[in-house]
């Protein structure tokens, strides 16, 4: 068992007695109550249990949280999909999929969010060429799977979103 | 601007003296509703200001935020009034059917994983459950039986603990060890789930009447069966009954095909694949049961509430002390996908016995993805057969005789339904003047199969349209000539004997994925993409199919309220799958009340209460005589509610919501907007015009007609209000391949329209229900009509082979679509999408084992099954053409699983175009190329 202490969405979490092989997501949804980080696969495949972590330099990175305990998220900043609206509007990348009817279920939403959201602040930090915007769309959601949806708009959505923010993009 | 809360679905049984009947479903309730409001945000900025069109999904913002929505995200601690204490259940499988069960056998389980609670067959017959009626089977294996199919549960385990539950589950992925098994043993072998032979023979005239059809003279099942289960058909004889009439047409039929008499034969053996359904939140549920109160309650995510509620009451109806459950009140949540693998599931029964053994506790069953491979329904497999006679000169199909069987797996579901959709779909959207077909839904040991998005249709018609670009082919036709030479057209006869509703538009879906880019430049791109990828063939393929929609017992339960400020609150009774019928409903609304719905109710316990509504009988199977006698009746309808599915959300759900609204214009706004504009002593400014409903026209919002000052949908509510005119309606409606229609008086008006049950609301009184005059249901024979329901869809694929490795690779699709009107085009091109992915998975990857090395063995997920990812799927290439309606009145079509079948065909086509061989067998893996290109 570890004491195990976090931010989870900007909130410090904890100390929770938590055993070692607890997987994170099960600690989200039934100690925390966080059930918008879903169970799918719970291999680490179809990235629906997807949550964003900021490191410590202040990059973001995505972790699946099926196949990770909550321990090694010991100290860590989480972001879940319930974190990214502030005072009932949406982020950026949570209007661009509502804009554009991106998922039709939406049980796999959550990690599209924040595989999405995790693209975005990259993309601050290192702006691609606007030829290979569609490659970084891929890049950063290409893990994902969605039965619903076929991706088509969830890439279209987030397409737009990079380019219609000329901090994104460079010339090329 | 609206505020939308969609809202969870609640239904309630009650029980009394271990009785249950119909007509005691869906009595109010007063028990505490789960209340979504704490947990769910409002939807700001769904629509636009004025309510005349919309951003996004109306439960856009909660999915996207991650409200709680799904059963998965419910614990005992949100429902009110339910334990905190949440406990934990998994169910056992055994991977074996050809081994007796002898037992469980703790000893290879960690003591300190053992569960609290275990349930066995034996505990069952204790506490007398039993499942019954569609869903009858032995829950559990009973030690000293052979298990009847791969994955039968043998018992149920229950944890206090999530920690040490967690555990366990995870130290039992793939394992049957604390299983012991005796002798080898045989395995369980039945008869099939059922069999039919549909035959048909053109008379004078493609239009009809034809000499002889399943709607004309009824359908035709087997005699017996034999020892090895194969049907057997009744001999033939033309002047004797109908079995015996079948069987002569239609051996006459296959006999002129192999003597040459119907033009030139051609030969196909087809093989589709047992596939899963990979919705991506596994079936779960919460259940608490109350000895103290005899309440078991409920939190599930089904298509099928109603099928379901009625599952769990036959489950208990005859249960002991133990378990002696008054009354069942279930919760149904948003579903995390359905695919048709969450309409009449079994799983909600062990979560119900979940309940009934937690000790009063609140307990879960959730599984896993390794447990949903294993016991989750899964798309039936087909075997094909099939000759085709063709004239050789004109191409015209001359004659089509195919046999067919699909394995149902262990446990019967919707098997001999699924058989019976996909024979009668065979021939896709092609006349044939003569037909036979023989289907057998067979049982075997293999994890059970049901309900599947594309229903049997997408195997048959998928066969079909390989055969069709083979035929093409073979005779040096163009692949689009051929097909329009064939293509039924309006009025034509389908495979049953019945003409399709509405216009047949295959023409122009032909003509429109002839136009397309790819096809039109498939030579040039084919050359440049060849020098570009030296080892790679390009080919471009084709299809086009029409998909049925409906049951043949289909309802529509819809209410629009209308508040003296002019909110309009919508409901209607489905479950949201995803395919965003509380949008649609939102929206269809607005077609004759000028905006979008302000709120959208799904399907609450008590909404449908004021039509007192009774059912009696089978809607599937009852008989004129007791339908015209039960009709007397002005309460009664053929069935209470039905099943969600992808393909009726807008065209049946909706039509309840649509039907109220309407009856509140004509009632309620026009009386009221006659009123205004007739205010003054001359009459106002509708002197001097003849004013009628025809003209009223919602201009911007506000409604208008005849050159009348446009009025706002306030101002024109609060008038019918202050006059006590029609401000709600709620409404019933059923569908049996036609909608039953009625006749209400409503003040001294008749009004005649397609619902068969109707209250309404005059300005702020209580429903006023309402009794029909005259009552016009489709005859009970139309059930055996099959279909008549279709849209149609088209798909032109280009891709690559790679002539090494074998592996296809989907270059791009487009897809033409015809639906009707499309109430929402974003949320119809989004299904549409997500059906050409889908429709990639299944053409190339998707593929299960039927048998021991199957799901069943509990080692299937996601690493070894490979559902489509966007890599594999020409994100950046998929067009979508949707022709527009005819006009404005076209009906919305169910599209949801026309949308994922035409681009199967069209990548073995596309195949076959590349490499020059012909896959007969899906998926059309590596291997198979690979052997293709010997």
Known sequence: MTKLTMTVNGKDVGPHEVPDDLPMVDYLNDTLGLTGTKFSCGIGVCHACVVMVEQPDGTITTRRTCIAGATSFAGAKVTTVEGHAKDGKLSDVQQAYVDHFAFQCGYCTSGFVNAGTALIERLRKAPVAKSQVEDTVHSGLGDHICRCSGYVRYYEALRRLILTDPTLTKEG | ?934
């Not at chain 2, 609206?2 to 609640?10: A, E, G, Q, V």
């Not at chain 2, 005992?76 to 259940?89: F, K, N, R, S, V």
């Open chain 2, 1 to 934: 601007m609206s505020d939308i809360k969609p809202l969870w679905t609640r239904r309630r049984l009650l029980i009394s003296g271990g009785a249950l009947g119909l007509s005691q479903v869906l009595k109010p309730a007063v028990a505490q509703a789960f209340n979504p409001d704490d947990v769910m945000p409002i939807a700001p900025g769904w629509d636009n200001a004025d309510g005349t069109d919309l951003n996004y999904r109306i439960d856009g913002y909660a999915k996207v935020t991650g409200a709680k929505l799904y059963a998965r995200d419910v614990r005992g601690a949100d429902m009110a009034g339910w334990p905190d204490e949440t406990h934990h259940a998994m169910l056992i499988f055994t991977p074996h059917a050809k081994r007796i069960y002898k037992g469980l056998n703790l000893s290879a389980l960690a003591a300190d994983l053992h569960p609290d609670t275990i349930v066995t067959a034996d505990d069952l017959d204790k506490a007398g459950l039993a499942a019954t009626g569609f869903f009858t089977t032995d829950l559990f294996c009973k030690p000293g039986s052979v298990p009847l199919y791969l994955s039968q549960p043998v018992a149920m385990f229950i944890y206090k603990d999530l920690i040490t539950f967690k555990r366990a589950q995870a130290a039992l992925i793939g394992s049957d060890a604390i299983i012991d098994y005796g002798a080898a043993a045989p395995a369980t072998s039945t008869d099939p789930y059922g069999a039919n032979r549909f035959t048909r023979v053109q008379g004078d005239s493609p239009y009809g009447p034809d000499v002889f059809s399943p709607v004309k003279d009824g359908w035709v099942g087997p005699l017996r069966y034999q020892k090895n289960h194969s049907p057997v058909w009744a001999k033939e004889d033309i002047k004797g009954d109908v079995s015996q009439q079948a069987s002569a047409y239609g051996d006459q039929i296959r006999a002129d095909l192999k003597d040459g008499k119907s033009g030139k034969l051609y030969t196909q053996s087809f093989q589709t694949q047992s596939i899963d359904q990979v919705f991506m939140e596994p079936e779960n549920g919460l259940a608490w049961y109350d000895a103290a109160t005899g309440k078991l309650s409920l939190m599930l995510g089904v298509q099928s509430p109603l099928a379901i509620l009625n599952a769990v009451g036959n489950l208990v109806k005859d249960a002991k002390a133990s378990a002696n459950v008054s009354e069942v009140d279930a919760h149904f949540a948003y579903i995390g996908g359905g695919f048709g693998g969450k309409d009449h599931t079994i799983v909600p029964l062990y979560i119900a016995i979940a309940g009934l053994f937690g000790g009063g506790k609140t307990v879960r069953l959730a599984l896993d993805r390794f447990n949903q491979f294993q016991f989750g329904l899964k798309r039936h497999a087909f075997e094909i057969e099939t000759q085709m006679g063709v004239d050789p000169d004109t191409g015209k199909f001359l004659a089509f005789a195919s046999t067919m069987s699909c394995d149902g797996g262990g446990r019967s579901n919707f098997s001999a339904s699924v058989a019976d959709v996909g024979a009668t779909a065979a021939t896709s959207v092609y006349y044939l003047p003569k037909s036979d077909i023989e289907v057998t839904a067979n049982q075997s040991i293999g994890v059970t199969a049901g309900s599947m998005r594309g229903y049997g249709t997408y195997q048959t018609m998928t066969a079909m349209e390989c055969l069709m670009d083979e035929v093409a082919e073979d005779l040096g036709k163009d692949p689009f000539e051929i097909r329009r030479q064939n293509a039924m057209t309006t009025g034509q006869l389908n495979l049953t004997g019945n003409a399709a509703s509405g216009a047949m538009r295959t023409g122009e879906v032909l003509d429109a994925m002839e136009a397309s880019d790819l096809w039109q430049n498939r030579a040039a791109k084919k050359a440049a993409f060849e020098a570009a990828n030296p080892g790679k063939s390009y080919g471009v393929g084709v299809a086009c199919v029409m998909k049925d929609y409906g049951t043949g017992a289909d309802v529509t339960l819809g209410s629009v309220s209308l508040s003296p400020e002019g909110k309009i609150t919508a409901a209607c009774a489905a479950i949201e799958m995803g395919t965003g019928v509380s949008t649609a409903v939102a929206r269809r609304v607005s077609e004759y009340l000028g905006r979008n719905a302000d709120t959208v109710e799904l399907d609450q316990q008590d909404l449908w209460d004021a039509l007192k509504l009774e059912t009696s009988g089978d809607p599937f199977g009852i008989s004129q005589a007791d339908q015209d006698k039960a009709q007397a009746n002005p309460r009664w309808v053929p069935a209470i509610s039905s099943p969600s599915s992808a393909s009726i959300g807008a065209s049946v759900s909706s039509h309840g919501p649509a039907q109220a609204a309407y009856i509140i214009m004509r009632y309620g706004l026009w009386p009221a907007a006659l009123s205004i504009w007739s205010e003054g002593p001359l009459g106002g400014e509708a002197a001097g015009q003849f004013l009628t409903f025809d003209k009223l026209r919602w201009v911007d919002g506000k409604l208008t007609g005849a050159g009348m000052e446009p009025l706002p949908l306030e101002q024109l509510a609060a008038r019918a209000h202050k006059d006590g005119l029609v401000t709600g309606a709620m409404v019933h409606g059923f569908n049996r391949w036609s909608w039953a229609s009625a006749t209400f008086a409503i003040g001294t008006d008749d009004l005649t329209t397609a619902i068969d049950a109707l209250a309404i609301q005059k300005g702020s009184d209580d429903w006023d229900l309402l009794n029909r005059k005259a009552i016009d249901y489709p005859p009970a024979k139309f059930e055996r009509i099959a279909v008549n329901y279709y849209s149609a869809c088209g798909a032109v694929v280009a891709l690559s082979a790679d002539k090494i490795s074998g592996d296809v690779t989907i270059e791009a699709v487009h897809q033409v679509l015809e639906c009707g009107n499309a109430i929402v085009e974003d949320l119809v091109s989004g299904i549409a999408q997500g059906g050409i992915a889908m429709g990639i998975g299944h053409a190339l990857h998707e593929y299960l084992p039927p048998f021991e090395d199957g799901p069943g063995d509990g080692t299937w997920n996601l690493n070894r099954y490979i559902v489509p990812k966007a890599g594999q799927v020409p994100v950046w290439k998929t067009t979508l053409e949707i022709l527009p309606p005819l006009s404005e009145t076209d009906p919305p079509k169910g599209m949801g699983e026309v949308v994922m079948i035409p681009v199967v065909p069209a990548i073995l086509n596309g195949i076959n175009n590349a490499i020059g061989a012909r896959v007969q067998s899906l998926p059309a893996t590596p291997e198979k190329i690979r052997e293709a290109l010997k």
